[in-house]
């Protein structure tokens, strides 16, 4: 049996559903690492509050750096999820612009109509053409991902969490004498 090939409304309707999704992907990782990060200050903020004044109850500390780290990987787990789906999306976007702009001029195929599916070496020209001589144009040409940063910062808070938690069992990891703090001045 013959697939029929899809006609070009077909395909432009793909296309334009492919984009709401990755934007929706995108602005729903946002929101979600936004409320992880809420939760992770609030426990900081309760937990150096508490060190401040001297009256920390062991267990309390304990359970606080406990929930921070389950925090901390809850939020890794979710912006890898949204990243999964982010880049399910832009394929299928990827694939929506080489059927719908095949025969295109190269040239203004990629830096017009294929703006996801184009080869990285035609976007980085284009970005670093734009970017030279302009105020760190040089980190903005390294192409970070904002999609993936979550990922990172979510990683770091669950270092931070997991050493913290560690810092409540007695004989276990112990903060090393140079490690001062803000001393008293």
């Not at 109850?57 to 925090?71: H, Q, S």
């Not at 990827?94 to 996801?116: H, M, Q, S, W």
């Amino acid at each position: 049996m013959s697939q029929e090939q899809p006609t070009a409304e077909e395909l432009k309707d793909a296309y334009r559903i492919a984009i709401a999704a990755r934007d929706l992907e995108i602005s729903q990782l946002v929101q979600r690492n936004n409320f992880f990060m809420v939760v992770q200050g609030v426990l900081l903020a309760g937990l150096i509050q508490a060190s401040g004044n001297g009256k920390i109850i062991p267990i309390v500390a304990f359970l606080v750096c406990l929930a921070g780290l389950v925090v901390s990987v809850l939020q890794i787990l979710m912006a890898a999820g949204a990243k999964f789906w982010q880049e399910r999306w832009e394929h299928a976007v990827e694939t929506a612009e080489a059927k719908l702009f095949p025969n295109a001029e190269p040239a203004i195929n990629a830096e017009l109509f294929r703006v996801f599916s184009s080869p990285k070496e035609t976007t980085n020209a284009i970005v670093e053409k734009r970017m030279k001589s302009k105020h760190l144009g040089w980190l903005v040409t390294c192409r970070f991902s904002p999609s993936r940063l979550p990922i990172h910062t979510a990683l770091v808070f669950a270092v931070i969490w997991l050493l913290l938690w560690l810092c409540t069992f007695r004989g276990g990891f112990a903060v090393p004498s140079w490690i001062t703090g803000f001393p008293q001045c």
